[in-house]
């Protein structure tokens, strides 16, 4: 900002004249007044684009994640090794079938005749038809014999092992498309895919992670949203810095997360098990408030189902056995929900086990 004591200009938001600045940016004048909004406005532009960077980080991450389809590959491959090993173990027993029929039936024949032939000598009662015979069994026991060592195996055209590749596509339509059909071959349906700060989403949208310096909260939606029916997710508490850094819930599906807050009135959820924000209100369980066990700690698993027909939604925590059920007033927060959750500090950490 420069002083213009040279000319008389007018702050072009009130038109005052005197003690007036001209910004070197986009060149306007403000008074003493404005120009400290005017900078005020500057900062929260610089904040909204250092926040996008961030975002886009973070998709950036997220896209070249390639524990999913390493896992894809792993699935594959133990696929195809048990495939494997139940056609060798049908061919074994297939293969022992055969020679044991066969050599039994030679066998069979061959003391046969031995017997006969040992018979005839001892009573010298043969003939030329006899040991014509005798001769044709025994080429039959040979032609027998060289059955069994044309025994061979044959590789069959329609086995179900298919081979795999990979393949990188140039538009970003097919890429998502193909994700998402890695993602519903496996059992988990909820996965994060957006956040607002400075955290990594890994494991396939199944892991959040809070990597800030800064204490600051850090939110993650769902990829699903829920307007009808029952739902149960399950979370582990992978790493827990303090009481209170971990925020779980859902809100409306069409907030937009870079304006989301746990205090605002489209938002129902926990912080640990003592305090319920609902709907802006925040109220404190005194029954377990300064129950050490109550709070949330890293290694636990907590269950939260989404009850849409009943409008309200239930924490479960596992170590204490304990339910906690909130009512969600669906006027203040409309359906459909998306789960939100919400980390404070840096290595926080929560993954999604299971969902249904």
């Known amino acids: 900002m420069n002083s213009t004591s040279f000319e008389k200009k007018q702050c072009i938001l009130c038109n005052k004249i005197g003690g007036i600045l001209t910004c070197d940016g986009c060149q306007q ?19 909204n684009i250092m926040q996008e960077h961030d975002l886009i ?3 950036i991450r997220l896209s070249i994640d390639n524990d999913l389809l390493l896992k894809e590959i792993d699935k594959w491959e133990k696929e195809s090794m048990k495939k494997i090993q139940l056609v060798a173990e049908k061919a074994r027993i297939n293969l022992k079938q055969i020679l044991e029929n066969s050599n039994n039936k030679i066998l069979k024949t061959c003391q046969d005749v031995a017997s006969k032939l040992l018979s005839a000598r001892e009573a010298e009662n043969f003939s030329e038809i006899d040991l014509k015979r005798w001769i044709e069994q025994l080429n039959e026991l040979k032609s027998q014999t060289k059955l069994l060592s044309m025994i061979h195996i044959v590789e069959d055209n329609k086995s179900p092992i298919y081979l795999i590749e990979i393949k990188q596509t140039n538009t970003v339509n097919t890429y998502t498309k193909n994700k998402e059909l890695l993602s519903s071959s496996r059992r988990i349906e909820e996965r994060f895919i957006e956040g607002n700060g400075l955290a990594i989403i890994e494991d396939g949208g199944l892991r959040i992670k809070h990597i800030d310096s800064d204490h600051k909260f850090i939110y993650f939606h769902g990829q699903k949203s829920y307007t009808d029916g029952c739902h149960t997710l399950k979370f582990k508490i992978e790493h827990s810095t303090s009481s209170y850094s971990t925020f779980i819930g859902i809100c409306s599906s069409d907030i937009n997360l870079r304006q989301i807050m746990y205090h605002l009135t489209v938002v129902v959820g926990w912080f640990n098990t003592t305090e319920v924000w609902q709907h802006g209100r925040c109220i404190r369980n005194t029954k377990f408030q300064g129950s050490k066990n109550d709070e949330i700690k890293t290694n636990d698993i907590i269950q939260l189902t989404i009850d849409c027909e009943n409008k309200q939604i239930e924490l479960f925590h596992e170590r204490t056995n304990k339910k906690h059920t909130v009512i ?9 929900w998306k789960i939100l959750l919400a980390l404070r500090r840096k290595n926080d950490c929560v993954k999604i086990l299971q969902s249904n």
Do not use: Y
């Open 29 to 47: 004048a403000f008074c003493g007044k404005h120009v400290i909004e005017h900078r005020q406005q500057l900062n929260i532009e610089l904040e």
């Open 328 to 336: 969600v007033d669906s006027n203040q927060t409309p359906l459909p």
């Open 57 to 59: 980080q973070q998709d």
